[in-house]
Every structure is written in structure tokens, then in C-alpha cells.
């Protein structure tokens, strides 16, 4: 039997009347356009636990033995070397651990915020990527891959399965870095380039806290349609201009991959700014709102907080991926001094944006994915900070058909190594998009000779993650 049609075999169908096909879709008017229009949302493979992801990116690796992972054991080997003479010893974190909710999941003192929330939490104890680099590991873990340029995971959801509104962006990624890849790690490489992530912000990198530009994204700010070049009905009648000569192009071709995105993707950026700057515009929420987030200038958690919010208004308004990102957790000085600061700034606002999307009854549907490209060991080294590791780290996950108030898997007695029920990078990706209703083995794209997907050839649906 045939596998049933994916998007690509779609769009590889229909390329031969592109031109007109593309345009009436999107303004809507034929059905049959629909299906080469790659943001209308389209079937899933099976019925779906949820409709969007956020993802909150803690680029630099939190360590998990300080965060959700205690390892009594450690506390009978405090202080001893790994080796003989050696500065860096095994070192039980500085942070208690109790236990928190009815589920009674231990959870450090460093983030108690998102303790409050242990209850909704499916935490994964066994994490475990490729590469101990960040610049490999942050592309693995937002591409799939850290050795080639590959789509990254928001543009692959995209691509599977549309999305919710045509004003917005499929995929929008909030403060993203200029380290570990730059724009590979939300771009679409060999997919639609409508399908790449819109970067709102930008982490001014090197460790910095990440902020806000004043004008977040360029002529797309309030009030409506504020261009200084051009006012609306002039920008309407140069875009009508542009899209007619691009699509005699695409007739005279036959099919033309990257003029097909160009001519979507512009129409997107028209329509874009219709509603995009309500949606961005966060003086609409209540005042009490805006301080459970920790919004307020001088406040530790004011880029967060912000990032936070913008995140819950473009998940009701039907943006199918949004990113938050934070760095940077690479604390190999001081850990001290630099994990509790990193907690400052983040753990109100994500115990907040918890709270918002239950209240709201969005988190049912809505999958919220927390933590770093990888863990840290139980080590501590002459500098007093952690190095890298991983083989064995943990993420959390929330909503979106996951179990609550569990733990899955484990480390080793020290926290050093995935041992039990181990979830890889792509394990965890195939699960996702599993809760998405899609079968990652069946969501690909032909590239140079050969279909691709987010999972490449590995990954295995862990059902012990889901409800």
C-alpha cells in the first residue's frame, strides 16, 4: 500500500499551474490552491493532543542536578576528586530539593516558581544528544542535525501541518541569539522559506540578557501600517505591481520553488502587518497581568516577562510554533553566581506563562517544551562552575497530552549519564510531533535525491511521555 500523500507530494503534483493556483489561494477563493499554499493548516495523520508548541530555549545547557534531577548519592562523594590530584571534584548542588505538589516531584529551590507548577510537569531525567559543543548541539537541537543545514523544528511543524491564522507568521522565535548557528537555527533551508521562523528581538549575545529593539520588527509596528516610505494603498499597489511580474515568471517556468515562496511569503508580509502589531502590543493587557509576568522597567524578569507574554498572545491568535530564547547557562565560572541570576530573570515569567495558558484553557492543546541543548555533569571544576555534558540532562514538558506530575527516566546515582528509559534529541522531536498528530517518518520533503525528515533516520515515539 501507497503511504498516504505528504504536503511535498502536493506541491510536486500541483507545480504545474502554480502561478494562478498560488494566488487565488491566498486570497482564499479556491479550495484546490489550499493544498499548494504551505501555511493553510492541513489533516493530521491522526487525531492530534495539541495545536501549537512554545518552546523555551535555555541556550548554554542549565545543569540538571541543580535544577530537576537530585542525586542524593552525590552527597557521599561531595568534595572527592575524579581523579587523583585533580581540582575538579564531585560536588552536590548548593540548592535544596523539595518535594513539590500532590505528585511530590522534587524540584530545587532555584526555581520555585515553576516548582508550583510540579503537578502539570512531565519531566524527562534521561535526555541525551550527540554532541558536547554548543554550537553542534544548540543547531542538533533545534534542527535535528549539528553537522548539516537541515529545517529547523518550528519550520518543520509549519510545513506538517499549516497554520491557525494566514496574518501571521507559522513560526515565530522571540530574542534569538547570534551564537550556536545564528538564523540556521529557526531558518527552513530546502522547505518553503514561509515556513523559517520570523525573529522578533534580538539577544545582543556574548551573555548578555536579551532585549527589545524599539521597533521589533521593521514597518510592522503601531500604530497600523506605519511605514515612513509608504502608506498602505501605495504599498498595496507596489506589491500588486511585484506579484505580477513574479508570477509571468512562474508561468514561463513551470515551476519555481523559491519564486513560489518569494510570492507567498510576500503576501504574508502584507497581511502581517494588519495584526501583528495588536498582537505585539502587550499595553492591552490588565496591569495585574503584566506583573505576574514580571513586566516593569528595572525588573530582573522584564525581557522575559515581556517575551513570555508575546508568547501566550501569538499562541491564542494561532501561531502554530513560538520560541522563547534566554541565554546563556554556560556557567563554567561560577555557577554560583550565574545560575540563580539566569533563574532571576526566567522563573517567574515561565511559572507565570503556565499559569496564563491554564487559566485561559489553552494549555490543554498548547505542548510547552523547557531547557538547554544539553545538562551539566555533578562536577565542579577549579573555576567553580560546571562543564558540559551531554550524555545525561534533563527537559521538561507541559500540556499538549503529555502526562502531568511525572518523571520519565533517570541518570546514573550521581546524575552524570542517562541509564533508564534514555530519550534521545530525536526520540524527543518524534514524540512532538507525534502529540501534533503527525508521523515524523511520514513528514518529508524530497531534497537532492533523497526525502528528508526532522528525524532523519532515528527516533522512537516515547509513549510513556503521553496521557
Not at 504536503?7 to 489561494?25: Q, V
Not at 575524579?82 to 530539593?97: C, E
Not at 559543543?133 to 542535525?145: D, E, K, R, V
Not at 485561559?360 to 498548547?366: I, P, S
Amino acid at each position: 500500500m501507497n503511504p498516504a500523500p505528504t504536503r511535498r507530494h502536493l506541491l510536486s503534483a500541483s507545480s504545474a499551474g502554480f502561478g494562478m493556483l498560488a494566488l487565488r489561494g491566498l486570497f482564499g477563493s479556491n479550495s484546490q490552491a489550499a493544498m499548494v499554499n504551505p501555511l493553510v493548516p492541513t489533516k493530521t495523520h491522526f487525531p492530534a493532543r495539541a495545536k501549537r508548541v512554545i518552546f523555551l530555549f535555555m541556550q548554554g545547557g542549565p545543569s540538571q542536578v541543580d535544577t530537576f534531577d537530585f542525586k542524593p548519592a552525590l552527597t557521599k562523594q561531595h568534595g572527592v576528586p575524579v581523579a587523583k590530584d585533580s581540582p575538579t571534584v564531585f560536588y552536590q548542588s548548593p540548592w535544596k530539593f523539595k518535594p513539590r505538589g500532590q505528585s511530590g516531584m522534587l524540584v530545587s529551590d532555584l526555581l520555585p516558581n515553576m516548582a508550583r507548577h510540579a503537578d502539570d510537569l512531565c519531566v524527562i531525567n534521561s535526555m541525551h544528544t550527540d554532541h558536547n559543543a554548543h554550537p553542534q548541539a544548540i543547531l542538533q537541537m533545534n534542527t535535528g542535525s549539528f553537522a548539516f543545514t537541515r529545517p529547523s523544528v518550528g519550520a518543520w511543524c509549519v510545513y506538517g501541518l499549516g497554520t491557525e491564522n494566514q496574518n501571521l507568521p507559522g513560526f515565530v522565535t522571540i530574542n534569538p541569539s547570534f551564537s550556536g548557528g545564528g538564523p540556521l537555527k529557526h531558518g527552513s533551508a530546502f522547505l518553503p522559506a514561509v515556513c523559517a521562523g520570523t525573529p522578533i528581538g534580538q539577544d545582543r549575545g556574548n551573555g548578555a540578557s536579551p532585549g527589545f529593539p524599539a521597533t521589533p520588527l521593521k514597518d510592522i509596528q503601531l500604530p497600523f501600517m506605519n511605514n515612513a516610505r509608504l502608506d498602505v494603498a501605495a504599498q498595496r499597489r507596489q506589491l500588486d505591481l511585484v506579484q505580477s511580474l513574479n508570477r509571468q515568471k512562474l508561468a514561463q517556468d513551470g515551476s519555481n520553488e523559491a519564486l513560489e515562496g518569494l510570492i507567498t511569503s510576500a503576501e504574508l508580509a502584507f497581511n502581517m502587518q494588519r495584526e501583528m502589531p495588536e498582537v505585539m502590543n502587550l499595553n492591552q493587557e490588565s496591569v495585574a497581568t503584566q506583573e505576574m509576568y514580571g513586566i516593569g522597567d528595572g525588573k530582573p524578569t522584564d525581557q522575559i516577562g515581556r517575551a513570555c507574554l508575546m508568547a501566550r498572545r501569538f499562541a491564542e491568535a494561532g501561531v502554530r510554533f513560538i520560541q522563547v530564547n534566554h541565554e546563556f547557562w554556560d556557567d563554567h565560572t561560577d555557577i554560583f553566581k550565574g545560575h540563580p541570576q539566569h533563574a532571576l530573570e526566567t522563573d517567574q515569567p515561565f511559572g507565570a506563562l503556565l499559569t496564563d495558558l491554564k487559566q485561559r484553557g489553552l494549555l490543554e492543546d498548547t505542548l510547552v517544551l523547557w531547557g538547554g541543548e544539553f545538562g551539566r555533569p555533578p562536577l565542579l571544576n577549579k573555576n567553580n562552575g560546571r562543564d558540559h555534558n551531554n550524555v545525561g540532562f534533563s527537559m521538561w514538558l507541559a500540556g499538549g497530552g503529555v502526562k502531568p506530575g511525572i518523571r520519565f527516566g533517570s541518570t546514573d546515582e550521581t546524575g552524570a549519564r542517562a541509564e533508564q528509559d534514555k530519550v534521545h534529541l530525536h526520540d524527543l522531536h518524534a514524540t512532538m510531533l507525534h502529540l501534533l498528530g503527525l508521523n515524523h517518518e511520514k513528514i518529508t520533503y524530497r531534497y537532492a535525491g533523497r526525502d528528508f525528515r526532522l528525524t532523519d533516520v532515528y527516533g522512537e515515539v516515547k509513549h510513556g511521555l503521553i496521557a
